[in-house]
């Protein structure tokens, strides 16, 4: 059963812009993570928000989370064509193990 | 560095083989993972690993199994594999945490074709 959903399924901008995913979750959850994949390769995990968090930045990320709504954002500035992946967002619900439930993901593509 | 590593990067099988597909992490994690994915949907867990001989089943174990005799090695079996069972396949593993708050590390992946 797919927990999040990405919104929007795919995104194209230009280098130097500011690319925003969206992310939401039907149930409670012990945190919500963002991983990245590049074409045809493994997840790389990029950054993971507590519950009772609401803003997180870890370099040119910035990710928030708004648990009323059931909702999450990343945020990635002055984007550069190596940020052309696929973003995921995944969410850990109490009491499981570390398991994740994870979004169909965007694909975001940055032209030069 | 946790390393995650998986024994192919691509597969070919026919119909009605038995398929293994290894997962080994280095990092001493307690939880290890086998995904699925799909265009459009995403990663799906097929089964989960919290200790060595302990498995669970995730949201789409039909048509598989798993095995875990050591805590790095976490094997995934397609008794009789099946054309809708061509995929990506992924192998993750976590720290394990009663706290939660772990990533996952992810391998690289195994294509599998089966025809």
């Known amino acids: 059963s797919q927990q999040g959903e990405e919104d929007p399924q795919a995104l194209s901008i230009q280098e130097g812009e500011n690319a925003t995913m969206n992310c939401s979750y039907k149930?409670?959850?012990?945190?919500l993570q963002w991983y990245r994949q590049n074409s045809g390769r493994g997840l790389v995990h990029l950054i993971l928000?507590?519950?009772?968090?609401r803003e997180k930045h870890s370099g040119r990320l910035r990710v928030t989370l708004d648990t009323s709504k059931k909702s999450s954002s990343l945020l990635i500035t002055a984007s550069r064509a190596a940020d052309t992946a696929s973003y995921f967002c995944?969410?850990?619900?109490?009491?499981?193990?570390?398991?994740?439930?994870f979004g169909a993901g965007t694909r975001l593509a940055v032209h030069p | 560095d946790v390393k995650v590593t998986q024994s192919s990067r691509y597969l070919v099988k026919r119909t009605g083989e038995k398929v293994f597909l290894e997962c080994v992490q280095d990092m001493d994690h307690e939880n290890m993972f086998w995904y699925r994915q799909d265009p459009g949907l995403g990663l799906r867990l097929i089964y989960f690993s919290y200790d060595v001989k302990m498995k669970e089943k995730g949201d789409i174990p039909e048509g598989y199994s798993v095995s875990r005799e050591k805590k790095e090695r976490f094997s995934l079996i397609l008794e009789s594999a099946s054309t809708n069972q061509t995929s990506m396949y992924l192998c993750?593993?976590?720290?394990?945490?009663?706290?939660?708050?772990?990533?996952?590390?992810f391998g690289p992946g195994t294509r599998l074709t089966v025809l």
């Open positions: 149930t409670s959850i012990n945190n």
């Open positions: 993750a593993s976590s720290l394990g945490s009663l706290e939660g708050y772990n990533e996952q590390f």
């Open positions: 928000i507590r519950s009772n968090e």
């Open positions: 995944a969410t850990e619900l109490y009491g499981g193990y570390n398991k994740l439930i």
